[in-house]
């Protein structure tokens, strides 16, 4: 299972948009509605920021938002702020239990 | 409060064996499936497996299948991510990870990690 492609790194001014593309296949993201975003800081461990594509855990800021075509997802933070440099991860459901993560983008507030 | 928490790091030498722990609070624990995440050194996240405790159903990703164990015991609500022979590349980080409050698919709680350090 190859890991889903995404950007290394992704920037942005405070209080612009930026948006993280997530590729895979038909055997992942294009499969299943079980698309994930996570957040992490260095140090830390990752946080669950969107599931099932589109959905926001409580407590997570609107400004967060997921959406999918065909075989690849995308997170777009909008109205950047400094606290939301990291690195995020995608996810997917592969069946049978089984799942795979994306390679990561550096997100930047510039 | 529900939480997975982990064992704590690990210094071994190439060859040896090794079993870190994740101890689930707060939750029916054999009614949740808990998976394991590898995070070698500055580098992104990779799926291993999972492991259902209410009937020890274990799915390994194919990259892992065979190079760790997963097992888990229900009497003491903990989970076990298992090595019998290490190699200096399984230097990583390592988390166990629940699927609890928003879906069945994604891992909203983690534990705070084990480092695993494989050095002669």
């Known amino acids: 299972q190859s890991a889903l492609t995404q950007p290394p790194s992704a920037s942005g001014s405070p209080g612009q948009s930026v948006t993280i593309s997530c590729t895979g296949t038909?055997?992942?993201?294009?499969?299943?509605?079980?698309v994930s975003w996570y957040q992490q800081h260095p140090g830390k461990a990752p946080k669950l920021m969107i599931y099932?594509?589109?959905k926001r855990p409580s407590g997570v800021p609107d400004r967060f938002s997921g959406s999918k075509s065909g075989n690849t997802a995308s997170l777009t933070v909008s109205g950047l702020q400094a606290e939301d440099e990291a690195d995020y991860y995608c996810?997917?459901?592969?069946?049978?239990?089984?799942?795979?993560f994306g390679t990561g983008t550096k997100v930047t507030v510039l | 409060e529900v939480q997975l928490v982990q064992s704590g790091a690990e210094v071994k030498k190439p060859g040896e064996s090794l079993k870190i722990s994740c101890k689930g609070s707060?939750?029916?624990?054999?009614?949740?499936?808990i998976g394991w995440v590898r995070q070698m050194p500055g580098k992104g996240l990779e799926w291993m497996g999972i492991?259902?405790?209410?009937?020890?159903?274990?799915r390994y990703s194919p990259s892992f299948q065979g190079q760790v164990t997963i097992s888990v015991d229900k009497s003491i609500s903990t989970a076990y991510l298992q090595w019998s022979s290490l190699k200096a590349s399984d230097t990583a980080n390592y988390y166990c990870?629940?699927?609890?409050?928003?879906?069945?698919?994604?891992?909203?709680?983690w534990g705070q990690g084990t480092m695993v350090t494989v050095s002669s």
């Open positions: 996810s997917s459901y592969t069946g049978s239990n089984n799942y795979v």
């Open positions: 707060g939750y029916s624990f054999i009614s949740y499936w």
């Open positions: 099932e594509v589109s």
């Open positions: 990870v629940l699927a609890y409050s928003y879906s069945s698919r994604a891992f909203d709680i």
């Open positions: 038909s055997s992942d993201v294009g499969g299943y509605n079980y």
């Open positions: 492991i259902y405790p209410g009937d020890s159903d274990t």
